[in-house]
């Protein structure tokens, strides 16, 4: 699975879009790029997935880049609730079976 | 639609002793996950069934841990004899399947404590 780097930790002021960046350079063709985050004390909760396209929900929107090498989850009107660790994690299935593999994540602190 | 369901949610053991933690995924769902997470960590895959055969279990500490999933569904992960850096805690997830689009569901998890 491919590697992806996240800054350990973000501000954002409630109300506010929170942009949280993603650096996923090795990533191959056939990888998905999964948002995941995990409020205290909680098992993480599934946010949003992308393969090439731009993707939105309820939640998030999902920005990748042409190239694929990096990807921006953006939060368009963060609320204290939205303060967490989200994880940006790149996976394959294969014949092996299609794990998950987290990182640090970044924690997001939203302010009043 | 019922969660991943978890118990014991709090577990506190002695070094070598054992224990045991259930796991019920969401109904339906063929593939089932185990996962560790030491504290300020993220979690790390210990176990991955697709029904009730054994897809992915290279992380899996096989001299002490074990797991199972006898009918496809509720699953049982083990620890014996449990040591200190065990202490962590253990996650459920669930999918409908193994493609890379089936989202995971995570259970609350297991806090295990281990003095």
């Known amino acids: 699975d491919a590697k992806t780097t996240q800054p350990p930790s973000m501000d954002c002021a409630e109300g506010r879009a929170a942009n949280l960046p993603c650096n996923h350079s090795?990533?191959?063709?056939?990888?998905?790029v999964y948002w995941y985050r995990q409020i205290h004390s909680q098992g993480p909760q599934y946010i949003i997935h992308?393969?090439?396209n731009n993707e939105t929900n309820e939640m998030a929107s999902l920005i990748i880049t042409e190239d694929r090498k990096s990807s921006t989850l953006i939060l368009p009107h963060a609320t204290l609730r939205d303060t967490a660790v989200y994880y940006c994690?790149?996976?394959?299935?294969?014949?092996?079976?299609?794990?998950?593999?987290f990182g640090e994540g970044t924690q997001l602190t939203v302010n009043p | 639609e019922a969660g991943v369901a978890q118990s014991p949610r709090y577990k506190i053991i002695e070094k070598r002793q054992s224990v045991a933690f259930w796991c019920n995924p969401i109904?339906?769902?063929?593939?089932l996950y185990w996962y560790q997470q030491i504290l300020g960590q993220g979690p790390k895959l210990l176990i991955q069934?697709?029904?009730?055969?054994?897809?992915?279990d290279s992380q899996l500490p096989k001299d002490r841990f074990s797991a199972e999933r006898l009918k496809g569904v509720d699953s049982t992960l083990k620890i014996q004899p449990a040591k200190l850096e065990d202490s962590a805690v253990y996650l459920c997830?669930?999918?409908?399947?193994?493609?890379?689009?089936?989202?995971?569901?995570f259970g609350p998890g297991t806090r295990l404590t281990v003095l």
């Open positions: 997830a669930s999918s409908l399947g193994l493609a890379p689009n089936n989202e995971q569901f």
């Open positions: 090795t990533i191959s063709g056939n990888e998905y």
């Open positions: 992308g393969l090439k």
């Open positions: 994690i790149v996976r394959v299935a294969g014949t092996s079976g299609s794990r998950l593999t």
């Open positions: 109904s339906g769902h063929a593939t």
């Open positions: 069934f697709q029904n009730n055969g054994v897809v992915d």
